[in-house]
Every structure is written in C-alpha cells, then in structure tokens.
C-alpha cells in the first residue's frame, strides 16, 4: 500500500501539531501541504521528522502560499516551477525513490479573488493565466511521462454539481464559475488524469474539503466546496484502492479551513 494525502494547511508553523496528530494517526507515506505561510528555512521539519517523516521538499516565502512535500520515502528529485513570472511559491514536485518512481506535483492554485471577471479582477486573471500555463506545462510532459504521476494540491476550483453546497447559487461565484470549470476540465483532459475522488465517491453525492470560517456552526451549515484535489494518471488510478476524505479535522481547535485526503494506492496489483 502507498498512501498520498493532500492538505491545505493555512500556516504551517501555526498547525505544526495539527499535522503530527495528522502524520501519526492516519500514517500516510507522503503528505502534500499548501498554504504552509512559512519562510524559507523556517519550515517545522524537526517536528515531523520526530514523527518519522525525515524527507521533505520545501518551497516557502513570508506570509503568503508556499507548499511542501514530507514523506517517509526518499526522493529521488525535487523540482519547483514559476508561474505567470512570479515567484509566489505554488509548486513543487519529486520523483520518489524505490520500487514505484512516483512522480508527484503539489499545486497551490490561486484563490481568484472575488469577481469572475479578468478585465476587473487581476487575481481573477491571475488565477486563469496560472492554469493555462499549468495545461501548457502537461501538455508539453504527458507525451514523453516515463514515471507513473500524481498531481495533487488545492486547485480552488470545485468543478461538479455537488462539489458545491449549491450549484445555482454559486454559478457565478469564483471557484464554480462555468469559465473556471472548463479550464480546470482542459487541464484534467490535457494531463490524461482521472479525479480519484470522484472514482470512489458518486458524481451525485455531495462531497467537500472546504469550510468557510465565517460559518457559526460549520457543520450544522455544511456550505462546503470541493477545492482539493487528487489526480492520478490512468495507471495509478486503477490501482487506487479507496480515498478517505478527514472531515473531523474541521473541527480540531484552530483548524484549518481545509481538510486532508487521502488516496490508498495498491502499488502490487497494476504497477
């Protein structure tokens, strides 16, 4: 078994402990973080190394994103990428070492501000311009992929029907606009990934990993939207044995407004 989780932290420094409770209850292999908020060099890895995760890609800058990479399995290679030429912290990939190559990128997609309008809203534009560049890169990757590959992270896009608490309402509110879902559809389709979520949970079943903070009672409300995600190329999703989605981490002291997933890959069977 090979177990990849994904989670937006929202400052990692801040839910270091979060995440070792994380790390030693649920155990998985490699945990992809977003939103980590921590300079360069300041990232908590003594803590998640005592928890028995000693190998960590990181790529970090004050007060804003950054994402990191820790596993329990070495890496291979580490790369990170600029986008829309800034160097805003937003991605990061290994190669893993061993048996299974794995290749894993870990994106944080910028949020797109408030008006889905890109001749209004520059962050809107932003966001755009990210993914398109994002469709570029595996367009130019998938064609020559030597590695099984993962591409994991908050995308802040909830592209179906029921990855929103509702559908009509939110057409026109950023991360569920018709404009966002067809990018985020191209770049699915350019990457030939399946959305390993929506293999093992029904298209008709509501299913979210974000919470808004300005919810009294999160929960009681449940005006989620699937923002995380995790893609598997066609290989990989076969051998996907289930996704575990950590709803409870919502409700920890000081959560995140994201929570983990998890995808359990049978690597013997298919690989």
Same mark, same amino acid.
């Given at each position: 078994?090979?177990? &990849? /989780?994904?989670?937006?932290? *929202? @400052?990692? =420094?801040?839910? #270091?402990?979060?995440?070792?409770?994380?790390?030693?209850?649920? +155990?998985?292999?490699?945990?992809?973080?977003?939103?980590?908020?921590?300079?360069?060099?300041?990232?908590?890895?003594?803590?998640?190394?005592?928890?028995?995760?000693?190998?960590?890609?990181?790529?970090?800058?004050?007060?804003?994103?950054?994402?990191?990479?820790?596993?329990?399995?070495?890496?291979?290679?580490?790369?990170?990428?600029?986008?829309?030429?800034?160097?805003?912290?937003?991605?990061?990939?290994?190669?893993?070492?061993?048996?299974?190559?794995?290749?894993?990128?870990?994106?944080?997609?910028?949020?797109?501000?408030?008006?889905?309008?890109?001749?209004?809203?520059?962050?809107?534009?932003?966001?755009?311009?990210?993914?398109?560049?994002? &469709? /570029?890169?595996?367009?130019? *990757? @998938?064609? =020559?992929?030597? #590695?099984?590959?993962?591409?994991?992270?908050?995308?802040?896009? +909830?592209?179906?029907?029921?990855?929103?608490?509702?559908?009509?309402?939110?057409?026109?509110?950023?991360?569920?606009?018709?404009?966002?879902?067809?990018?985020?559809?191209?770049?699915?389709?350019?990457?030939?990934?399946?959305?390993?979520?929506?293999?093992?949970?029904?298209?008709?079943?509501?299913?979210?990993?974000?919470?808004?903070?300005?919810?009294?009672?999160?929960?009681?409300?449940?005006?989620?939207?699937?923002?995380?995600?995790?893609?598997?190329?066609?290989?990989?999703?076969?051998?996907?044995?289930?996704?575990?989605?950590?709803?409870?981490?919502?409700?920890?002291?000081?959560?995140?407004?994201?929570?983990?997933?998890?995808?359990?890959?049978?690597?013997?069977?298919?690989?």
């Amino acid at each position: 078994m090979l177990k &990849i /989780a994904t989670w937006n932290i *929202n @400052s990692v =420094r801040l839910r #270091a402990g979060h995440v070792v409770d994380f790390l030693n209850r649920w +155990a998985p292999d490699v945990l992809c973080l977003q939103e980590t908020k921590c300079p360069q060099g300041q990232f908590p890895s003594a803590a998640f190394a005592e928890a028995g995760y000693t190998h960590i890609a990181e790529r970090g800058q004050s007060g804003y994103h950054g994402v990191a990479i820790v596993s329990r399995i070495p890496f291979q290679t580490v790369k990170t990428r600029d986008f829309c030429g800034k160097q805003d912290a937003r991605h990061v990939s290994v190669r893993l070492k061993g048996e299974l190559p794995l290749e894993i990128h870990n994106f944080y997609v910028p949020a797109g501000g408030e008006i889905p309008d890109r001749s209004i809203d520059e962050k809107f534009a932003h966001k755009l311009d990210f993914i398109n560049e994002m &469709i /570029a890169m595996f367009r130019r *990757n @998938s064609a =020559r992929r030597m #590695a099984p590959a993962a591409l994991v992270g908050d995308l802040n896009i +909830a592209p179906l029907e029921h990855d929103v608490w509702s559908h009509r309402k939110l057409l026109k509110v950023v991360s569920h606009t018709p404009l966002e879902v067809d990018l985020l559809n191209d770049l699915l389709n350019t990457g030939n990934w399946i959305d390993v979520m929506r293999q093992h949970v029904p298209h008709d079943r509501k299913l979210y990993t974000w919470w808004s903070y300005r919810a009294r009672d999160w929960s009681t409300a449940d005006k989620g939207r699937r923002l995380d995600h995790i893609w598997l190329d066609p290989e990989l999703a076969a051998s996907c044995a289930g996704i575990e989605v950590v709803r409870e981490a919502r409700g920890w002291q000081r959560p995140s407004d994201h929570i983990p997933v998890i995808a359990t890959l049978e690597t013997s069977s298919n690989l």
